[in-house]
RNA sequence: GGCCGGGUGGCAGAGUGGCUCAUGCGGAGGACUGCAAAUCCUUUUAUGCCGGUUCGAUUCCGGCCCCGGCCUCCA
């Protein structure tokens, strides 16, 4: 089975197909950085990371190439500065290694490339002149827009007309536009704001060209699969699409566009003023990485995702179960040297038909049931394939000691071992109570007590 | 208003023109345990509404209702 992956512009489900299955690239719209990603954010972080993964599995990881950008010039990262005073600089700095650090913990492959907005200023500016000099774009007032009925071609993607944007447009018509659909490329920018000198003044790029410009550096002007959230589809993508095209004729921008629905927080859109605004680092306080990321692909990448705190917690156990059949499995590290391809089972062809991670998932929970259940030599046989595809989605990435075990001091260890020496002589002595409240104890701490049925005590730190 | 997505059991969430409609979480009962925890066994429940096509629709078509998103801040 090929994959498949549901095309935004075609608004249908299609082969995928590389233009050049030696070199196929990915470009994915990343984050702002101006403030603490939030869990919207990951969505496209984990979606996108298993999608690479797919691909590097499919066409060999030498043969694709993934590129995720940093934007650090925005207006809404000027507006951060000059909240707090803290320089431009720090702040994307800053912010850059903060979100490094939380998709990591989302086990996130780093992408190839991470472009970063500021150092393609100069291919920037190159596409600007090209849309000047073939009439697509003009200079206003130290603006350059881009003309958008200069394109018969836009809308194609977010399959929206010229007129019914204009109509449905809530803000004000610049003054300086030709057009109301008209964009900005290129806009002025003040002493006291990022800007590079250009033949049309000091000033910074709009919004969309910097995935443009990035897009075409690091991937040619024809990129197979370009990603991001579902909101980016208009104005973003369809600008962007604008752009490329009508400063390459003759070549398509992306062959293939995949988005990502929308994530709510208990039934509501997530925003700043509603109070529901869960940042990656709150929500990794709570859970670790790994259930966040098994409970972004617990639904349909396409469909909107609920984010309840139950929802986390289901997550945790079904995680905790995985963890549990692994933990009694023996030959684990041997297992996950062994290299496994897709190979027709129902988790590859779930994982292949447009990424259908809720059933991929589901398959293999119900393996895990099997391999809980089989001898020794069948599990040699079984456990490579079972955590390949584990790899894929990017989940039971922990030694499932240090899953259930980790993050305790070694003193701390030394203690509740103590503890669970003491309760055993407790109860040896048949002295229930005793044993019972260090069993209490121990859970007001945190460390979860199972008993085996060979007389020995396993403890694990409860969620 | 325009465009897009969605409405499945107590919850999350897939698939499917008909066979007992996956998987997980939870609930119930049982086994195990001093009691728990974990595990194992058994078990419970669903396709928003109205029509149409069909021998038969949750699945296809039409209409309606509801929810969410986008319409130049947004993953």
Request: charged share 25%; hydrophobic share 40%; aromatic share 6%.
């Amino acid at each position: 089975m090929a994959l498949t992956l549901y095309n935004t512009q075609t608004r249908k489900k299609q082969p995928f197909e590389p233009l050049d299955e030696l070199s196929v690239g990915m470009y994915v719209c990343g984050p702002t950085v101006y403030d603490l990603a939030h869990i919207g954010n990951a969505r496209p972080i984990v979606v996108f990371d298993v999608l690479y993964r797919l691909l590097r599995s499919i066409y060999g990881a030498d043969c694709v190439k993934y590129v995720r950008n940093i934007t650090d010039v925005d207006d809404k990262i000027n507006a951060a500065a000059k909240e707090s005073g803290e320089p431009i600089s720090a702040i994307t700095a800053r912010t850059t290694e903060a979100f490094h650090a939380d998709i990591a913990e989302l086990n996130a492959l780093p992408p190839d490339v991470e472009p970063r907005a500021t150092d393609h200023i100069a291919e920037m500016v190159e596409i600007i002149e090209a849309l000047i000099a073939s009439e697509h774009a003009y200079e206003k007032d130290g603006h350059v827009l881009f003309h958008v009925p200069s394109d018969p071609g836009y809308g194609k993607l977010s399959h929206r007309d010229r007129d019914e944007m204009v109509a449905g447009a809530r803000v004000e018509v610049a003054p300086y536009k030709r057009d109301p659909a008209d964009f900005v490329l290129w806009k002025p920018s003040a002493e006291d704001l990022p800007g590079w000198d250009s033949k049309w003044g000091r000033g910074r790029p709009g919004w969309h060209i910097e995935c443009s410009a990035m897009s075409r550096k690091h991937l040619g002007v024809t990129v197979d699969i370009h990603g991001g959230g579902a909101d980016l589809i208009f104005p973003h993508h369809e600008n962007e699409v604008a752009q490329s095209e009508c400063s390459c004729p003759g070549h398509d921008f992306v062959r293939h566009w995949v988005h990502n629905g929308f994530l709510s927080v208990n039934g509501e859109k997530m925003s700043k003023s509603l109070g529901n605004f869960i940042t990656i680092r709150q929500a990794l306080e709570g859970a670790p990485g790994e259930v966040l990321r098994l409970m972004m692909l617990s639904t349909h990448y396409r469909k909107p995702l609920d984010w309840t705190d139950d929802g986390v917690e289901q997550a945790r156990t079904r995680l905790d179960r995985l963890y549990r059949i692994l933990a009694k499995a023996d030959g684990l590290s041997e297992a996950r040297q062994v290299a496994k391809s897709l190979d027709g089972d129902k988790f590859s062809n779930a994982i292949l038909d447009d990424l259908n991670t809720p059933l991929a998932l589901s398959e293999l929970e119900r393996r895990a049931d099997d391999l809980s259940k089989m001898s020794a030599q069948e599990l040699q046989q079984s456990l490579p394939g079972f955590l390949a595809n584990a790899d894929l989605l990017g989940i039971l990435q922990k030694e499932p000691e240090a899953w259930f075990k980790g993050g305790e001091a070694e003193s701390d260890v030394g203690q509740i071992e103590a503890q669970i020496a003491l309760r055993l002589a407790a109860r040896k002595a048949k002295d229930f109570a005793a044993a019972d409240n260090i069993r209490d104890a121990l859970a007001e701490n945190g460390i979860i007590l199972e008993d085996r049925p060979d007389g020995s005590t396993d403890w694990r730190r409860a969620g």
